[in-house]
């Protein structure tokens, strides 16, 4: 189980559990990568509804490398995610959560 006060989700790809973390580095290669110009503009688009298959993958590779598995966006596609695309969808939004979570 990753650690939700670090901002740690897990996620099961080829059966293997990997630890996602959105790192402020994973943060900047995912705003060039979907083409955002802020973090807001990032959430509102997540937030709103407005996301995409490939943009819910180009999450799901910025929490993996921000949780140290380097994994490029083919190999993830091409990848069985344990609960399909839902749990890949739920993973994302939760990874985003947690990202911008503060803890007391």
Same mark, same amino acid.
């Given at each position: ?7 740690? @989700?897990?996620? @099961?790809?080829? =059966? ?6 959105? $790192?402020?580095?994973a ?6 990568d979907l083409?955002e $110009?802020s ?6 688009r997540?937030? $709103?509804?407005?996301?995409?298959t490939?943009?819910?993958?180009a999450?799901?590779?910025a ?5 140290? $598995?380097?994994m490029?966006?083919?190999q ?5 995610i344990?609960? =399909? ?11 985003l959560a947690?990202a911008?979570? @503060?803890?007391?």
């Amino acid at each position: 189980m990753g650690n939700r006060w670090r901002g740690e @989700v897990m996620l @099961v790809v080829e =059966g293997q559990h990997h630890r996602m973390r959105l $790192t402020l580095g994973a943060l900047a290669e995912l705003e060039e990568d979907l083409g955002e $110009t802020s973090l807001m503009a990032l959430v509102q688009r997540f937030e $709103t509804g407005g996301f995409s298959t490939r943009d819910v993958l180009a999450l799901l590779v910025a929490g993996l490398r921000g949780g140290g $598995t380097m994994m490029d966006p083919d190999q993830l596609a091409g990848a069985e995610i344990e609960g =399909g695309p839902m749990r890949a969808a739920q993973a994302a939004a939760e990874l985003l959560a947690r990202a911008f979570t @503060v803890s007391s």
